[in-house]
């Protein structure tokens, strides 16, 4: 069964700190790697994707791979109160004719 | 990305009725998906809705109790059949774009929540 690991939370951060997500996948041949955020009551939204190892930057979040030790994590720098919601990790393997969801991290950030 | 619409966006239902989903996109898609997702879990895929031919379904869900139509490359139903409380649940379509930024990003349209008394 291929999975993805997720620490369920929640994970509480006060306002202009950096939120540290992580997730972990048992797949090797996994190409594909995503983070959705999910915010109460309504349905998964597309962050960001990584492909290759390393980081990606886009705004306030980074993305990182690190597909040896099958590792990959989302940073939120300067957290807002607004970043509240459920991280979840997906992974795809070529094609994306197979994406698994991780359960999702809850995170808060206080005010 | 896709404008994706489903519809309804909630219903309440009786034991043993069925119900159908509509996913509407407005735009081209290589690939449809069906989720289910029940309260504080994660994204649970029920079947690939394949245009033109019968979906694929993943380990544990059917086509007698959720039948999948597609009949073009922008429109798919889902059908929950003979409903049963344990059905409760937000049910969302995804979509992979034609022409997208890579060939696996999905993105998901804004789900129904089907309560079953």
């Known amino acids: 069964q291929k999975e993805v690991e997720q620490n369920s939370g929640p994970l509480s951060v006060p306002e202009g700190a950096i939120a540290s997500l992580n997730c972990t996948y048992s797949d090797r041949v996994s190409q594909s790697f995503f983070w959705y955020r999910q915010y109460s009551g309504k349905s998964p939204e597309l962050i960001m994707s990584i492909y290759s190892n390393g980081d990606k930057e886009d705004g306030r979040f980074t993305a990182q791979l690190n597909k040896a030790s099958q590792y990959v994590s989302l940073l939120i720098r300067d957290s807002q109160p607004s970043d509240s919601a459920t991280y979840l990790c997906a992974v795809s393997n070529t094609g994306g004719f197979k994406t698994i969801f991780g359960a999702g991290t809850r995170l808060f950030v206080k005010a | 990305s896709a404008v994706i619409s489903q519809k309804p966006s909630r219903d309440i239902c009786q034991r043993g009725t069925s119900l159908t989903i509509q996913c509407q996109v407005d735009?081209?898609?290589?690939?449809m998906f069906w989720y289910r997702q029940q309260p504080g879990q994660s994204l649970t895929l029920i079947a690939t809705?394949?245009?033109?031919?019968?979906?694929?379904?993943e380990s544990g869900f059917v086509i007698d109790k959720f039948p999948i139509s597609r009949p073009n490359l922008t429109f798919s139903t889902l059908t929950v059949s003979n409903m049963s409380p344990e059905d409760s649940s937000i049910y969302l379509c995804s979509v992979v774009p034609s022409g997208g930024p890579s060939t696996d990003t999905q993105y998901f349209g804004p789900g129904t929540r089907l309560t079953v008394l």
């Open positions: 735009s081209q898609v290589t690939m």
């Open positions: 809705a394949n245009q033109g031919s019968e979906a694929t379904y």
